[in-house]
């Protein structure tokens, strides 16, 4: 009936929060499906179709000659891997649990651990995913080099970044104006189908096709983690400090809206959703 707080330290509560963000995370992943392999097959099969789709579309069209001079489907997959994870990301930080959710009742859960559990248990499907696919492509087809793993990688975190902060201003957004917002992260996660550069070369698009391209933070990380991939290939017109850039200035937007939002939250809200 009564209790009473006890002070602790700091590093008890990131104990603490680490743990709650863990289960979340979990329970984020099984949400997709009841069986956390089917949850990640389902993702797998999903990457696969992406890869071989457009790899039969370059071979009808004869674009391969338009590709880097090395692993054709290593070149395919890197801009799938970035573009899927980049996507995904703003999806499941948009679709997290709200403020006004049932779950915000229960201590010492938060709108700050569902947006966390959200993005990190789509980089956890995305990486196991992408790893998966590269060991089986490794074994069953052919061996893949790849010139700079850990700057490949890298590549990967800043699209999985920046995709959390975008999905988390329009996160913070969503509860003022709910129908704009599931439309607009639906046109975004639309248009990077073409202008992500998943399917094309910086260095080979011509002058008056870059402004197309050249906004998206997604294009920039793709271009620069085929340059860390190949050896034979240096990105000239992209610059991932830019995505850097983009990243940090939403996350400050997204954190100041969710600060708002926390402290103004409403029950009517879940009832215009």
């Given at each position: ?12 509560r ?5 743990e709650?963000?863990f ?16 949850a990640?097959?389902t ?14 579309m ?14 054709f489907?290593?070149y ?8 899927m994870?980049h ?40 990486t ?11 074994v069953?087809?052919?061996p ?35 129908g ?13 189908m073409?202008f ?6 910086a ?14 933070p ?27 850039w ?25 009832a215009?959703?």
């Amino acid at each position: 009936m009564f209790g009473y707080r006890t002070d602790r330290s700091a590093l008890t509560r990131a104990v603490t929060l680490s743990e709650v963000v863990f289960h979340s995370v979990v329970r984020s992943v099984r949400s997709k499906h009841s069986n956390a392999f089917m949850a990640l097959g389902t993702n797998i099969m999903q990457s696969v179709m992406f890869v071989l789709f457009f790899y039969f579309m370059f071979n009808i069209l004869g674009m391969r000659g338009a590709a880097i001079r090395g692993d054709f489907l290593l070149y395919m997959m890197s801009g799938v891997f970035l573009f899927m994870t980049h996507t995904k990301t703003v999806g499941a930080v948009v679709g997290a649990e709200g403020p006004s959710s049932p779950m915000m009742q229960h201590a010492p859960m938060n709108t700050t651990i569902a947006i966390l559990s959200a993005a990190i248990g789509s980089l956890y499907l995305q990486t196991l995913s992408m790893l998966v696919i590269l060991f089986a492509y490794h074994v069953a087809f052919t061996p893949i080099h790849i010139e700079e793993p850990a700057g490949a990688y890298g590549m990967l975190l800043l699209s999985w970044a920046s995709g959390a902060s975008i999905g988390l201003l329009l996160y913070v957004i969503k509860p003022l104006m709910p129908g704009v917002i599931g439309i607009i992260s639906t046109v975004y996660q639309r248009s990077n189908m073409l202008f992500s550069g998943k399917m094309v070369l910086a260095n080979t698009l011509p002058g008056y096709m870059l402004p197309m391209f050249i906004w998206n933070p997604l294009f920039h990380t793709i271009d620069q983690a085929r340059g860390h991939i190949f050896i034979n290939y240096n990105p000239q017109v992209t610059h991932w400090p830019y995505t850097a850039w983009v990243t940090l200035v939403f996350l400050v937007l997204g954190l100041m809206g969710e600060f708002y939002t926390r402290r103004n939250v409403s029950l009517s809200w879940s009832a215009r959703r």
